[in-house]
């Protein structure tokens, strides 16, 4: 029980009459790829923004790292290590790739700043916020292109640059929300090996779609369907299950 | 065109110098426009004096300022013909836009850029207010056009003169007759702003000293520019008052009048306007205002002073009767001629001390620009509007207040020159 | 009795309730349809009343009023359709930011058109006699043209409301108001209904121009005076939302005459207390629009949600493109100073001393501008009432001038520190409302503060305030600014100059302050929240913290620009209308977008190009406002990025002509395209 990344007891959305989410209970363990997968309209994305506090819950608790966290404010559960990334990239466009990673760097080093240095200190002139840029920026690959504007980035590229923000958080758990969506093949296994390549130290959680990816990356699997919890387990046994072969993969895979 | 100068006197207007002082050539007199000597006819040359005229062309009371303008037009067109003047005036005109803020930029322009030290004009109280303080600190001589008290009264100073007739004037004209003839159960209605409020206070404590048993049933008071009057008119219509005294003018009192005649409450009971007179307020209320009641600072028709002879030219200038704002700026552009002719300089100061208690020869009347507030001493009279020739309806004067009786003393109004 | 003479208020009320009802629709749904806030909106209506004078008076009351009743509004939808055709329909997608500068610009062209063709006094509009006459009925006492406006409007809006829910038309547009990516992904083209829309809308506006010329009378601001109120009736009732514009038309009407009519009534006597209504006339639909908005940001009716992220299109930061480095652009900004510092020698040379005061004014507009930029530039949030901050740093300076002290000093500390002040309690009410309800609701404030001062003696009423003088210095050290004169090399140094060089110290202080804030940590993470507030929030920044912080900021430094207002030594009085009309704040957010936002020293040029040229203009020509609003529309069209620019819209021209000999047919930048 100490180990777990992320818990949710009994999580519950309604929207009037529609109950999105029901009664959604699962674990993370520290270290592991965790993915929630299930036809469209099965709850995937509002227990995503649940999760990371775009929404509040109806009922039901988020545990993080043992903390209750359910009606925390997003940049809250950033500043703890809980960090998710967006499915149509969403980076600072107008701002240089460098700047985009620093102000999320500087997120999380706000130790260094004092409120006098927040409003007169040049913003790069924070030793180890640059230090971290730095590191990301050869991490995600784009060191080269520090300096150009996010917006003049190749769409693969501004995947990485998404990647890089999230990662300058220094996040616990990186919640992913279809992180591969509108991408080729190649593009989307690029993807996927920058993230098991530079997010190999944080416990992941994947929403997806793509059921052969997900059977391909993940050590659990969550299926849901119409907001419930259909079954959970490893790969292997989420292929083997009869239940999610008739609600789900059967019709899914065609 | 004109067949006959209007103005054939002007030093000969000069009734009484018994106040006139000399002026003492202090520190910073030293206008570009100074005359040599102070005698008569002692410089032949044509020196230009720019005069400015500040007047609400737009705004509220953009019904009254055109003809503001073309009274001191004609003042200007006049003394630049004649030979009694050694110098010409250059008028230059700014739109006050009825607004302190807008008024306060265009008189810096006039002034500063344009280099006028003779200043008359805006319509508003409030913008005079403003326009005062501006010709102190500048220095330059002011002949404003509102006629709250407080503009020559708890606000005045040395630099301005007023032609045009104060409240406090007027509400000797109307109060009196009002609460006798009328009828003492009053109601006041005023536009909250500098001269609707010196309207209810001057009136009232008039109405207070002329009958005990005036009794003030109600108040209540609308926005400067307000054009909805439904509510206020259908309040004093359910109210015991048998008359109604109005603290506005221009637009708002065109808008009450002919609301409150479909509504019915000119029939009802006695309004009573300080400045339902206007002509601009008959023409644009028409067979409404016929049974209102109001004072008057200006008809067309008065005897006074040279008033026929400025109708005269005035009818040929522009082909209409001259209203009282017309007349104020005709009026208040000769007084600065006549205190330059009088100070035999055109410098603001010499001319300032000329005008102060002089007396001159204006459409009026003779009349003082007294010492103790630079007031003008007019007279005023009480009026019924009756139907009219054609539409706009016609002013029966029902009495007059002489002009040595209008104003009470200048301490009294606030104002200790 | 009493029961009679409330219905009769009612009634008065419901008159001019169903005007409001006739303007709030066409206004409502051309937003909730179009996403445009139109501010031509009341110049319409205006069009309609002269349009109807111009009819009425060669063909007399009689039979002039009813054809002018349908010609005048037929005129005016086609110029409306007309306007949406040519101005309107390039911006669709855009930002409601340059829908406000667009139909800014209109107000000033169809203004000053109407000036030219009617001139600028007040007129009659004559109705036929039959309808002047007073009615009484059980007590109540009043004009038929009350019932004839009640009535007329009610047809009126009745078939409005049928059109737009029993004909394929109005299904159409209803549904495009809720949601117009769901219309055209049905494969209609909404963009098509627009024009109709608009025509319609500018139809009704006129029509209650029309009734209300009848009932009051017909001048050039007219337009201006009802477009606040509209806005309020508009947002009360939810945007978008036809039955929010006739319920809140309606109580918006009643509640203004009813406060008016009962303003000081006793409701009970309590042995010691007295309950009585305040006076608040005038304030009240303020108060009530603020209240909703906090509670139903969607308004009463409102069905829309809040706007997705997005969905509003894209703000267009200023910039030169690259095209100057820093260093160029210190050089230049070294030498921009250097002129500012030798201008009035150049003036007192030339003898165009007047020019300084208009600098004075340049420098404190640009001050002004510069606190907006702070907030639209790098929040990307658009307050619709700007100026607040602006007359409540002048009222304020010169309350303490009046009362307290006149070190020029402590009279701006306690102007920024005040303006800041309400700048924290505004934001704290306001900033978590998005995108247009924030604009509304902080233009509900600024009205709120401006009908307030009309109301107080303390702030002089509608004279506003006088007899104040600042003083050059602290703890009675100093002198009077009045009593400084300087002779330097023959020419007299007055004080206006003496406060041009204190203003240009100040606003190049302001501006370095403000760069050096947005180079560090605390504007960096400004510059994110612009960009992207989704993205800002989850790298972990509290956004609606940082946006309030930045108002403050923005509040303070705007009172700074109405406190040198105030100790200006060629001001002498601050009137409501000179600092608190929301004019201004449509003024300041044109300026900015007109000399590039996002970048300081873009809307500081801004304010020197818009005052200076209307300075220029107004001396050679009496329809200056005609061409400042014809440049606001060029602008917005063509330059959306500012003035600050046009150095690189010129390269890239230059570039492209170079290098395909053939100019570019759209000078649009590619960011300008909608992205929705």
């Known amino acids: 029980m100490t180990d777990a990344v992320l818990r949710t007891d009994g999580l519950t959305k309604r929207f009037g009459e529609l109950t999105a989410v029901d009664s959604v209970s699962l674990t993370v363990e520290e270290g592991e790829f965790r993915s929630v997968i299930g036809p469209n309209g099965a709850g995937k994305t509002t227990t995503f923004n649940l999760i990371t506090g775009a929404l509040t819950p109806s009922d039901g608790i988020v545990q993080f790292k043992g903390q209750d966290i359910t009606t925390l404010p997003p940049h809250e559960r950033v500043a703890r290590g809980l960090g998710r990334s967006f499915q149509i990239t969403n980076v600072f466009s107008g701002l240089t790739v460098r700047e985009n990673v620093r102000v999320a760097a500087q997120s999380v080093n706000r130790d260094d700043i004092n409120t006098w240095t927040a409003l007169f200190q040049d913003k790069d002139d924070f030793e180890s916020i640059n230090a971290q840029t730095d590191e990301i920026l050869e991490q995600i690959g784009l060191a080269a292109r520090a300096d150009e504007p996010a917006e003049t980035l190749a769409y693969g590229d501004q995947r990485r640059l998404e990647i890089g923000l999230v990662l300058a958080t220094d996040p616990d758990l990186v919640m992913l929300d279809e992180p591969t969506a509108g991408m080729s093949s190649e593009e989307t296994q690029a993807t996927m090996d920058l993230i098991s390549d530079v997010l190999a130290d944080q416990s992941l959680m994947l929403i997806e779609h793509d059921i052969d990816l997900v059977m391909r990356v993940s050590d659990e699997i969550t299926v849901l369907t119409r907001g419930q919890e259909l079954a959970s387990g490893t790969p292997e046994e989420i292929a083997n299950s009869e239940d999610v072969r008739d609600a789900y993969l059967g019709g899914a895979r065609k | ?417 | 009795m009493v029961l009679a003479d409330f219905v009769e208020q009612l009634l008065n009320g419901l008159t001019v309730g169903m005007v409001y009802v006739l303007l709030a629709a066409g206004l409502s749904v051309i937003f909730g349809v179009m996403n445009v806030i139109n501010f031509s909106h009341g110049e319409l209506f205006a069009l309609g009343a002269y349009f109807a004078l111009s009819i009425t008076n060669p063909l007399g009351a009689e039979t002039g009023f009813w054809v002018a009743l349908v010609a005048a509004p037929l005129i005016v939808g086609v110029i409306g359709v007309g306007i949406e055709r040519l101005t309107i329909r390039p911006l669709y997608g855009r930002n409601p930011l340059y829908h406000i500068l667009l139909t800014f610009g209109l107000v000033l062209v169809i203004n000053d058109l109407v000036r030219l063709v009617w001139g600028t006094e007040q007129q009659q509009l004559v109705v036929p006699n039959f309808l002047t006459q007073p009615v009484a009925v059980f007590g109540i006492q009043l004009s038929l043209y009350n019932y004839f406006m009640i009535g007329f409007a009610a047809i009126l809006a009745a078939g409005t409301w049928v059109l737009l829910n029993k004909t394929k038309y109005g299904m159409i547009i209803r549904a495009g108001s809720q949601d117009r990516e769901m219309v055209r992904n049905v494969g209609i083209d909404i963009d098509r209904y627009y024009t109709l829309v608009f025509g319609v809308g500018a139809a009704l506006a006129a029509v209650a121009g029309i009734v209300l010329g009848g009932y009051q009378n017909v001048n050039t601001t007219m337009g201006n005076s009802v477009i606040i109120p509209a806005f309020v009736v508009v947002v009360l009732g939810g945007l978008g939302s036809f039955r929010g514009a006739v319920f809140g038309g309606l109580l918006v009407g009643v509640v203004q005459t009813l406060m008016r009519a009962y303003n000081g009534t006793v409701l009970a006597d309590l042995g010691e207390f007295t309950l009585t209504v305040p006076n608040m006339e005038g304030l009240t639909v303020f108060l009530l629009m603020i209240g909703v908005l906090l509670v139903k940001p969607q308004g009463l009716f409102g069905t829309r949600g809040e706007e997705s992220e997005g969905g509003e299109g894209e703000i267009l930061v200023g910039g030169d493109g690259g095209l100057l480095n820093e260093s160029t652009k210190f050089k230049l900004g070294v030498v921009a100073v250097a002129l500012l510092a030798i201008a009035p020698f150049a003036l007192l040379v030339t003898g165009q001393r007047y020019y300084v005061t208009v600098l004075n004014e340049i420098l404190i507009w640009a001050i002004f501008a510069l606190s907006l930029d702070i907030v639209m530039g790098y929040t990307g949030l658009v307050p619709l009432g700007h100026t607040m901050f602006y007359g409540v740093g002048a009222y304020a300076a010169a309350l303490v001038m009046l009362h307290y002290t006149s070190s020029v000093f402590l009279v701006l500390g306690a102007a920024i520190l005040i303006c800041a002040a309400l700048a924290w309690i505004v934001g704290a009410l306001s900033i978590r409302v998005s995108g247009v309800y924030f604009a509304m609701i902080t233009l509900a404030f600024a009205e709120l503060l401006y009908s307030a001062v009309f109301k107080f003696e303390f702030t002089g009423g509608s004279d506003g305030l006088l007899g104040f003088e600042a003083m050059m210095g602290i703890a009675g050290i100093g002198v009077p600014l009045s009593d400084i004169e300087l002779l330097v090399l023959g020419y007299e140094i007055e004080q206006r100059i003496v406060f041009y060089y204190f203003a240009l110290l100040l606003g190049v202080l302001s501006f370095l302050v403000a760069r050096r804030i947005m180079n560090a940590p605390f504007g960096s993470v400004l510059q994110s929240i612009r960009e992207s507030q989704e993205r800002a929030k989850f790298i972990g920044y509290d956004v609606t913290k940082y946006k309030r912080r930045a108002f403050v900021l923005s509040g303070g430094v705007a009172g700074l620009s109405g406190g040198l207002l105030a100790v200006s030594p060629t001001t002498f009085i601050i009137s409501p209308d000179q600092t608190l009309y929301w004019i201004h704040s449509g003024e300041v957010i044109v300026l900015t977008l007109l000399g590039g936002m996002g970048t300081l020293y873009g809307p500081m040029l801004g304010a020197g190009a818009f005052l200076g040229l209307e300075e220029v203009l107004s001396g050679y020509t009496d329809q200056w406002r005609m061409v400042i609003g014809s440049i606001f529309i060029l602008f917005v069209l063509f330059v959306p990025r500012g003035l600050v620019s046009v150095p690189s819209l010129v390269a890239e021209r230059v570039d492209r002509v170079q290098n395909e000999g053939d100019p570019p047919v759209n000078i649009d930048d590619p960011e300008v395209n909608p992205d929705d």
């Open chain 2, 1 to 417: 065109m004109m067949t006959e100068h209007t103005d054939d006197s002007a030093d000969s207007s000069v009734q009484s110098d018994t106040s006139r002082r000399k002026f003492l050539a202090a520190a910073g007199a030293t206008s570009a426009f100074a005359l040599a000597g102070c005698g008569d006819g002692s410089s032949g040359g044509t020196d230009t004096v720019t005069v400015a005229s500040l007047n609400p062309i737009s705004g509220n009371y953009s019904s009254l300022g055109p003809s503001q303008v073309q009274g001191a037009r004609l003042a200007v067109d006049q003394i630049n013909g004649n030979d009694n003047y050694d110098f010409e005036f250059e008028l230059v005109e700014g739109d006050t836009e009825t607004e302190s803020g807008a008024a306060q930029a265009e008189a810096q322009r006039v002034v500063q850029q344009e280099g006028a030290e003779f200043v008359f004009g805006a319509i508003s109280s409030s913008v005079a207010l403003a326009l005062n303080d501006f010709a102190s600190s500048s220095e330059f001589v002011y002949f404003p056009g509102g006629a709250a008290v407080p503009v020559t009264g708890s606000s005045c100073n040395e630099w301005v003169f007023r032609f045009e007739t104060n409240t406090a004037q007027i509400a000797e004209a109307i109060s009196a007759y009002t609460v006798n003839n009328l009828g003492s159960n009053v109601w006041f209605h005023y536009a909250d702003y500098a001269y609707g409020e010196s309207v209810y206070n001057r009136v009232k404590s008039r109405m207070q000293d002329a009958d005990s048993d005036f009794n003030e049933v109600g108040v209540t008071t609308s926005e400067l520019g307000s054009s909805n009057y439904g509510s206020y008119i259908s309040q004093i219509s359910n109210s015991d008052a048998d008359t109604v005294v109005l603290g506005m003018t221009g637009g708002d009192e065109v808008n009450f009048t002919n609301q409150a005649a479909d509504q019915g409450l000119i029939d009802e009971m006695a309004v009573v306007g300080p400045t339902a007179t206007f002509q601009s307020i008959r023409a644009g209320t028409g067979a409404n205002s016929v049974g209102k009641y109001g004072g008057v600072r200006y008809v067309p028709s008065l005897e006074t002073g040279d008033n026929q002879q400025f109708v005269e030219s005035y009818m040929d200038a522009e082909g209409s009767t001259p209203d009282n704002f017309a007349r104020v700026g005709y009026d208040s552009i000769r007084l600065m001629a006549k205190g330059m002719n009088e100070a035999g300089s055109t410098n603001p100061g010499d001319v300032r001390d000329a005008l102060e208690g002089g007396t001159f020869q204006t459409v009026l009347g003779d009349i003082t620009l007294r010492e103790g507030d630079h007031q003008a001493t007019n007279p005023t009279w009480m009026a019924e509007i009756v139907e009219g020739d054609g539409d706009l309806p016609a002013v029966e004067l029902l009495e007059k207040v002489e002009s040595e009786d209008t104003l009470p003393p200048a301490s009294e109004l606030g104002c200790d020159l």
